[in-house]
C-alpha cells in the first residue's frame, strides 16, 4: 500500500529508472577502466538511454510535486527536501573534479533538479497550461540554437555563466549536463500528469503492486541515497578487482 502521499506507481517507475541509471553507470564504469571499450559520448545506443533514463527521473519528479501540492504540503517540507538534494549536488561537483579535473559536473542532474523544483514548485498553479508551456521548453532549445549561433551573444550563452540555462550552441566539457532547458520542460509535464491523476488516485492507493513491482517502490523512494551511493561502491567494486587481478 502506497504510503500517505504517494503513488505505489510513481515510484514504482522511479525505482526501474534507478536500475536502469545503475547498469548504465556499470558499463560506463567498465569503459573508464579499460575493460570494455564504448563511445558513451556519442554513440545512439548510450545517448539514448541517457535521455530516456533522464526523463523518467524529471518526470516522476514532477509528478512529486503535484501530488505534495494536492497533499497540501507546505514550504518547509519542500526546502527541507530541496536542502539535500543542493547538498548532494555539491558533493558531487567536488567528487566529480577529483576524478575528472578537466570536466568535472558543475549543472548535472542534481544541480539541474535543483533549480526546476523551485520553478515546479512556483508554477505549479498553472495547471493545463503546464502542458504548452513543457512543449516551450522543449522547442525553446532548438530556437534559441538557431537564433544565436554566429550572433554576438553566442558566446556569452555557451559560456559557464549562463550554460545551465541550456541555450548553448556548443556543448560543454562536463561529466553531466542538465540545463534547465529542455529537461524542465520534462518535469512539468510529470507534473501536469501528477495533477491530472492526483483526484484520481485515491481508489488506485489502496491496491498493492505485485510483488517485484513493491520492490521497486521501495527503491523508489530512496532515490536520492541509492543516486549518491551506487556509484562510489561501482567505483570501489571495480578498483577492487583490478587491484586483485595484480
Known sequence: M????????IDALRGAALLWMAAFHFGFDLHQFGYWQQDYYRDPFWT????????LFLFCAGAGQAFAQANGRGWPRF???????AGCAVLVTAGSWLMFPRSAIYFGVLHGMAVML???RLTVGWG???WPAGLAALLAVPLARAGLSGSAWEAAFNSPGLAWLGLVTVLPVTEDYVPLLPWLGVLWWGMAAGQWLAPRASARQALPLPGPLQALTRLGRWSLRFY???QPV???????????RG
Open 2 to 9: 502506497a504510503s500517505p502521499g504517494r503513488i505505489d506507481g
Open 48 to 55: 539514448t538511454q541517457r535521455t530516456v533514463i533522464l526523463s
Open 79 to 85: 526546502w527541507r527536501r530541496w536542502a539535500q538534494i
Open 118 to 120: 523551485v520553478v515546479a
Open 128 to 130: 493545463r497550461w503546464l
Open 228 to 230: 549518491m551511493v551506487h
Open 234 to 244: 561501482l567505483i570501489g567494486l571495480l578498483w577492487l578487482a583490478g587491484w586483485w
